[in-house]
């Protein structure tokens, strides 16, 4: 599963920093340009709580096999696209099934024990990472060539198939995931360990029967099963960590969102400068997704307490970029920034599955994209006003959106510390 996301964000970042260049080389105005961009961001917002739910219907396999290859069909189309119009139907696909990453993390959520969760997702997350770092210079060598637009596109769509094949090879059958986790049983150095993979492969065959009938279900008896299980968790009580989700995630886009044209405003560094750091800060947010085995030891796998010290981090950071008054402090808050975000990225998707209940970890995770996607809709917004006043405006607004979702964890620090207890006797 890690080469398939490594590949994923690699094809992905190879097109996206090229289409703006595309679409306007076709005759778009930059406000029909900006309408499809946004066009694209709707469709995901509504979509992804919708194509996690139905995963936890039918089951990964089927899900994770459909949005990839009507992905690629996306991709496909926009390599053929030579008018506008061509170009915003070559999107439609892609906004609506393009959450292979998220029913990833479903699937990953399925196979490992909650004690290994922030671990394996944390690798997750970086394999991705590096895709994604090395995405844009590859696409930016390719556009160079004739056609080079279109090449890219077609590689793209190309990679998509590739990570077809490859889960399509995924050992899913019972009998495969039992032999695994009787050798990782073995391989464990107390009782517990095989607890847990027995527990999971008892969970794992439940589910896998579950979506075995689901899938030969009507398509109406799978929308009014998908919008039951939405329903139930508009209703439940994990409004607030959604929340803090959307608080630190327009936090961390406020930050960023002028972060070139802040740079340039007050210390008179140049573009390219400021790509040179972001592509640092990248790097160091690799770096950190590997190191969340040794932090979730350190902190005795009590993911609300991680949460809430590197929100309190991220938050000082923020403010510390915000009233710098050198590059040298932008370069040591970014630094330390990278590792923050990704930590706390990591640590609400667990805080999310482990309130909410592993049962439903594709409609949860699709809730939470549905709340980045509004993060990325308001923010912009939220940057303009702010960028009126000062070029500090946006991240300063950051910093109390940050504090906001700080209180918030304090407020319901019961809730979560219960949750976290419960997690650690059932290790």
Not at 135 to 156: A, I, K, N
Not at 325 to 343: C, E, G, K, R
Not at 357 to 374: D, F, I, P, R, Y
Request: hydrophobic letters at 45%; a positive charge; charged letters at 10%.
């Amino acid at each position: 599963l890690f080469l398939p996301s490594f590949q994923d964000l690699f094809g992905v970042s190879m097109v996206v920093p090229l289409m703006n260049l595309h679409i306007k080389s076709l005759g778009a105005s930059h406000t029909v340009a900006g309408i499809i961009g946004s066009l694209y961001g709707i469709m995901q917002l509504f979509s992804s709580t919708f194509v996690g739910c139905w995963s936890d219907i039918v089951g990964r396999r089927y899900s994770l096999l459909s949005c990839i290859l009507l992905s690629a069909l996306g991709y496909f189309l926009l390599g053929t696209s030579s008018t506008v119009f061509l170009f915003a139907i070559s999107r439609v696909p892609v906004g609506i099934f393009k959450h292979t990453l998220s029913i990833s993390k479903a699937l990953l959520s399925d196979l490992v024990s909650e004690r290994d969760r922030p671990l394996v997702m944390g690798r997750f997350n970086a394999a991705s990472s590096v895709g994604f770092i090395l995405g844009p210079v590859v696409g930016g060598y390719l556009t160079e060539l004739e056609d080079g637009f279109y090449q890219t596109s077609f590689m793209c769509a190309s990679i998509f198939l590739l990570n077809a094949g490859l889960v399509w090879m995924l050992p899913w059958s019972e009998e495969n995931t039992s032999n695994r986790e009787h050798q990782q049983g073995n391989k464990g150095t107390d009782s517990f360990s095989a607890q847990a993979n027995r527990d999971l492969h008892l969970k794992s065959a439940t589910n896998g029967a579950m979506a075995s009938d689901s899938l030969f279900q009507s398509p109406w008896i799978q929308v009014a099963t998908v919008l039951k299980r939405i329903k139930g968790i508009a209703c439940s009580d994990l409004w607030d960590i959604f929340l803090v989700r959307l608080l630190m995630s327009v936090a961390i886009l406020l930050y960023y969102s002028n972060f070139s044209l802040a740079l340039e405003e007050r210390f008179g560094v140049k573009p390219l400068f400021a790509g040179y750091l972001m592509s640092y800060s990248s790097a160091l947010g690799v770096l950190a997704g590997c190191l969340l085995g040794p932090i979730t030891r350190l902190y005795q796998h009590n993911t609300y307490r991680i949460l809430l010290h590197s929100s309190t981090l991220t938050c000082t950071l923020i403010l510390l970029y915000a009233s710098a008054l050198s590059i040298w402090m932008v370069i040591l808050s970014s630094t330390f920034l990278a590792f923050s975000t990704t930590v706390g990225r990591t640590c609400i998707i667990d805080l999310e599955l482990t309130v909410g209940g592993n049962e439903a970890s594709g409609t949860l995770l699709g809730v939470g994209q549905s709340v980045t996607s509004v993060g990325r809709i308001v923010a912009p917004l939220l940057s303009g006003i702010a960028q009126e006043f000062s070029p500090c405006g946006p991240p300063s607004l950051g910093v109390g959106l940050a504090l906001v979702a700080i209180l918030i964890m304090n407020a319901n620090k019961q809730k979560y510390c219960s949750h976290g207890n419960v997690k650690l006797k059932n290790q």
